[in-house]
């Protein structure tokens, strides 16, 4: 049904995306415990309104939990109302469920149906090297060398993610630091954006070679991460910068402290 979605509504959504970019919510590469997408509203054999969904199985907390991410809600004019049935139908899934994108009017329903806020800011710094800096711990970026460091829930995760995201690694004796992000741009500054980290002490101890990484390997200036993913510890040369709408979340077992930005629109569509 990709090609009525996409011209009924989700062209409505966003006119500059292209099919090939939002075929991605549909066709996503990881395995995942559902065989469909999401949800229509149909009126007289024409699809009005599209909720998307994507799933996933991933390991948090040592114990592996089933996702559900809200990829979009979109409904033709005349249909906002009775489009709010799509979401209802989320209450008979057992699933942890995120909406990482939503705009307003979808934050005040979803917020009324019990969902809570996982993040309102997102911590961005400098990645240029600063001059003075001291020696640091070489990051990893070729995918062998991401590959063959990882435990078994982070090479899931590699392997899940390998063809949408960036991938690098900081390895020591103690552990290892593994980074998922992709390369936007922002106020016409090229961005990077982090939405995984696996271990954030080892995070802040090797910045200067997860700085000096981006900056060698992509010339991106500036890098962003979700407040909750470095646990509101302190970056040099950063500052937050608040989201236009809350991530919001839903779960009975997860705390947003658990919860990354993959397995996600976020991601598959390189949002921001």
């Not at 993040?119 to 400098?126: G, S």
């Not at 900081?170 to 990077?192: D, E, K, N």
């Not at 080892?202 to 991460?225: P, S």
């Not at 947003?256 to 921001?272: A, K, P």
């Amino acid at each position: 049904m990709f090609g009525d979605v996409y011209r009924e509504v989700l062209c409505i959504l966003d006119p500059k995306r292209s099919p090939d970019e939002w075929r991605r919510i549909f066709n996503y590469e990881w395995s995942h415990p559902e065989d469909y997408s999401g949800y229509v509203l149909i009126d007289d054999g024409v699809i009005v309104a599209f909720l998307g969904l994507v799933f996933a199985d991933t390991v948090i907390d040592g114990r592996t939990e089933r996702l559900c991410n809200v990829t979009s809600w979109v409904a033709k004019e005349p249909y906002q109302s009775e489009a709010a049935g799509l979401v209802l139908e989320l209450r008979r899934l057992k699933y942890t469920i995120t909406n990482l994108s939503c705009n307003t009017p979808a934050f005040k329903v979803f917020s009324k149906l019990g969902f809570k806020v996982l993040e309102t800011h997102k911590r961005v710094f400098v990645t240029r090297p600063l001059l003075g800096a001291g020696p640091v711990r070489q990051a990893l970026t070729d995918p062998d060398d991401v590959a063959g460091c990882l435990d078994e829930a982070d090479s899931q995760i590699f392997r899940d993610h390998l063809p949408y995201a960036k991938h690098l690694v900081i390895a020591s004796s103690r552990g290892y630091c593994y980074v998922v992000y992709t390369l936007g741009q922002w106020r016409h500054l090229p961005l990077g954006h982090i939405h995984y980290v696996s271990d954030r002490r080892e995070f802040l101890k090797n910045l200067g070679g997860i700085q000096q990484a981006l900056w060698a390997r992509h010339r991106v200036f500036l890098a962003e991460c979700d407040e909750r993913l470095l646990a509101g510890a302190r970056i040099p040369w950063s500052y937050k910068r608040p989201l236009k709408i809350p991530r919001l979340f839903k779960s009975s077992r997860v705390q947003r402290e658990g919860l990354s930005n993959l397995y996600s629109e976020v991601v598959l569509l390189n949002l921001s």
